[in-house]
């Protein structure tokens, strides 16, 4: 079973360029997530979507926007990279709302130079 | 403001026991969660706490304590695999869930 899908594994990027992360999921949940890994800090939510056709902010959103125009994908865009975007990036969905297991993509390695 | 404190490290022997601790402060509580996450894979999920006591679950057990903001996940029987990261992560009153650094465990032979 695939799960979560995420594409590109890993890019390398130039700083000013734009970017999307693609995520797509194959268990119908309804809520999906982008989080951002930095070292030494905790997963930081970047935007969510509670079901198809809606989206919200997280902790962190500046410099990122997503859609929701179906259920299975959530792609994450960065419309103009910089430095401080160069992150482990992973999606997640959950079938509960609210406060349900994640289940996560196996993440996207982006260098913003 | 929310904050949740874990261990940066932790060092076991194979065979041996390990707790690690997680203790938060958030806006309100809708659960705790214990997420497993390897070097370079993504987080797995391990256990789910909302009310206080302990759930076991084979080799992990989790125990919560609400009034005191305390969490610690368990782990028996240490295997070489168990070497990865734990993250623990608290639902808040928005249901957002606030997640630890997470405290990587290393096992020794």
């Known amino acids: 079973t695939a799960g979560i899908t995420q594409a590109p594994t890993s890019q390398i990027l130039a700083a000013g360029r734009s970017m999307t992360l693609r995520c797509t999921q194959d268990?119908?949940?309804?809520?999906m997530y982008w989080y951002r890994q930095d070292l030494g800090l905790g997963l930081r939510l970047i935007h969510y979507?509670?079901?198809?056709?809606?989206?919200g902010k997280g902790e962190v959103p500046d410099g990122y926007s997503v859609s929701r125009a179906n259920t299975d994908d959530f792609p994450l865009t960065l419309a103009s990279a910089v430095p401080s975007q160069t992150s482990v990036y992973f999606c997640a969905s959950s079938d509960k709302l609210p406060g349900g297991e994640l289940f996560f993509g196996e993440g996207s390695r982006l260098t913003v130079l | 403001g929310q904050n949740i404190d874990q261990p940066t490290e932790m060092t076991a022997t194979e065979g041996a026991i390990v707790q690690i601790n997680c203790t938060y402060q958030t806006s309100g509580f809708n659960g705790l969660f214990w997420y497993q996450q390897h070097a370079g894979e993504a987080p797995t999920f391990l256990s789910y706490n909302v009310l206080d006591g302990l759930e076991e679950k084979g080799r992990f057990s989790s125990f919560l304590s609400r009034s005191k903001g305390y969490s610690y996940l368990l782990l028996k029987e240490l295997q070489m695999k168990d070497s990865a990261s734990y993250l623990c992560?608290?639902?808040?009153?928005?249901?957002?869930?606030?997640w630890g650094a997470g405290t990587k465990l290393i096992i020794k032979p």
């Open positions: 992560a608290v639902s808040d009153s928005n249901y957002q869930l606030i």
């Open positions: 979507s509670n079901t198809a056709g809606t989206t």
């Open positions: 268990m119908r949940h309804n809520a």
